[in-house]
């Protein structure tokens, strides 16, 4: 009796884990299991749909990164990561002792960074697909249509949020959730690279910044307010505007070619 129920409580067990395993959703061949969508849902505080989405979008990624032949080896994601230490100012054991300060592994880190580097190479091959405008007459067109994007302001109150998982501040921008405790900061010409202050002026006031590397990981910027503004005449920020014209061509090819993607990719609801 006591080998009947031993039995019973191992294949109970097992038929359990494999439920918790169990796999949800196939994306082109890339399984989705229920705890991948547990473990997102848990680790983002998202709900489940929009787990369901995120990870589904991921895999879309994960089948074109395969599809296209995209590849990061490690001399690339080395000498990425030390671009990142340069630009930050910090070498690799301080950043590693940081890391573990925070209960981070580099190897993690590693990995996601070379995620990261996979997915900006994949977008780059997308845009380069598209047919794009390089003239000096759409140029200026984009210009009078959108002044407000080149406004420059000197002075910009923002709150910080900082994570060594990108992920996590994705979510608080796509969700508007802040489950990061945020730092207020007044940003000027003072104490701020004009760079920053430039991306940070295309912001609107409410808004969030893209995901940004910064010193100790990445940070995302949520604007409050903006003032001291000023716009330039075309012909001084000509080459600006040229390159913001030319990304938002870029980026718009690759949303449409992104939902092109989704209403035909095989994607099986299994669960």
Partial sequence: MKKILSSFVFFASLASANTINAIAIVVDKEP?????IEQTIKTLKIDKNQALALLINEKMESSQIRQLNIVVNDLELDEAINRMLLQNKTNLNDFKATLKSKNQSYEQFRANFKKDLEKRKLYEK?????????????????????????????????KIYRSNNPQI?????????????AQKIALNTSNTDPRLLGLLSQIPNGAFSPV???????????????????????????????????????????QDYFEKLRSKINIEYLR
């Fill in 126 to 158: 997308i845009a380069n697909m598209s047919k794009t405008d390089f003239s000096d007459e759409g140029a200026k067109n984009f210009f009078e249509q959108n002044k407000d994007k080149f406004t420059f302001y000197t002075q910009i109150d923002a």
């Fill in 32 to 36: 989705i299991t229920t705890y991948d």
């Fill in 212 to 254: 940004l590397n910064g010193k100790n990981g990445y940070e995302l910027y949520e604007i409050e307010s903006k003032n001291a503004g000023e716009i330039p005449d075309f012909e001084q920020i000509k080459n600006e505007v040229l390159n913001a014209y030319i990304s938002e061509q870029r980026q718009n090819f690759i």
């Fill in 169 to 181: 501040l994705e979510n608080i921008k796509n969700t508007k959730k802040t489950i990061l405790k």
